[in-house]
């Protein structure tokens, strides 16, 4: 078991509905982290959180807010969800950066 | 603005082939770079980091400031090893953001 766990696995929803991910680990690490992956760009960092209440905006931020009121759990929500957030959403979590992610197994997304 | 560029989509290998997976990367800093693998319906792992030096798998990867590459090698390719793989960049604060490259999915036939 990785220690995080990311819900749903898949989900189908319309245009302009709000949308929450959750991402859920046990390994009591600080930082949190929320990536897409579509094809031909790689993984992009939506958004990041260094702590509880702790977060900054990554490179892809627009149309995405985060929560992070407990150490354990990390909420993605797309705020009005649109046709170009339809993408695989990773959590990923790290205790000190340089050794590395912990990823987790990732939700499907598909805006119609 | 840091930056990895890994320039083949695709590519392929024989069995038994040694493989070359090309990574640049763009960076002001000391850069402190990695390797992932994403296998077939699996989450991302960890294959090395640059700092450790070790040997996964029998890849290894240099880091080459000169030439600003961290390339993936492995002088035998194995079926098993058919996957995409993410070159990634560390930033410098303390939360250790990653960027990555847009992946080359490897395929070693048999």
């Known amino acids: 078991d990785a220690g995080i766990t990311q819900s749903p696995r898949h989900k189908v929803t319309e245009t302009g509905t709000p949308v929450t991910l959750r991402c859920h680990q046990t390994?009591?690490?600080?930082?949190m982290y929320w990536y897409r992956q579509d094809p031909g760009h790689g993984l992009r960092l939506i958004h990041y959180?260094?702590?509880?209440?702790?977060?900054d905006k990554g490179e892809v931020s627009d149309g995405y807010s985060v929560s992070r009121s407990k150490t354990e759990d990390f909420l993605l929500t797309l705020e009005s969800a649109t046709s170009s957030q339809t993408s695989v959403y990773f959590c990923?979590?790290?205790?000190?950066?340089?050794?590395?992610?912990?990823f987790g197994s990732g939700t499907r997304l598909t805006v119609v | 603005a840091q930056r990895v560029t890994q320039p083949e989509k695709l590519l392929s290998v024989f069995k038994g082939a040694p493989v070359e997976l090309k990574c640049n990367y763009s960076?002001?800093?000391?850069?402190?770079l990695f390797w992932y693998v994403q296998y077939s319906r699996q989450r991302l792992q960890l294959l090395l980091r640059?700092?450790s030096r070790e040997s996964i798998k029998g890849f290894t990867a240099d880091l080459n400031k000169g030439e600003t590459s961290f390339h993936l090698k492995k002088p035998f390719a194995q079926e098993e090893d058919s996957a995409m793989y993410y070159c990634?960049?560390?930033?410098?604060?303390?939360?250790?953001?990653?960027?990555f490259g847009s992946g080359t999915q490897l395929t070693v036939l048999p």
């Open positions: 990923a979590i790290s205790d000190k950066g340089n050794y590395g992610y912990t």
């Open positions: 390994e009591n690490h600080r930082y």
């Open positions: 959180s260094y702590g509880v209440k702790d977060t």
């Open positions: 960076y002001s800093g000391s850069p402190e």
């Open positions: 640059h700092i």
């Open positions: 990634a960049l560390s930033s410098s604060g303390s939360a250790r953001q990653l960027t």
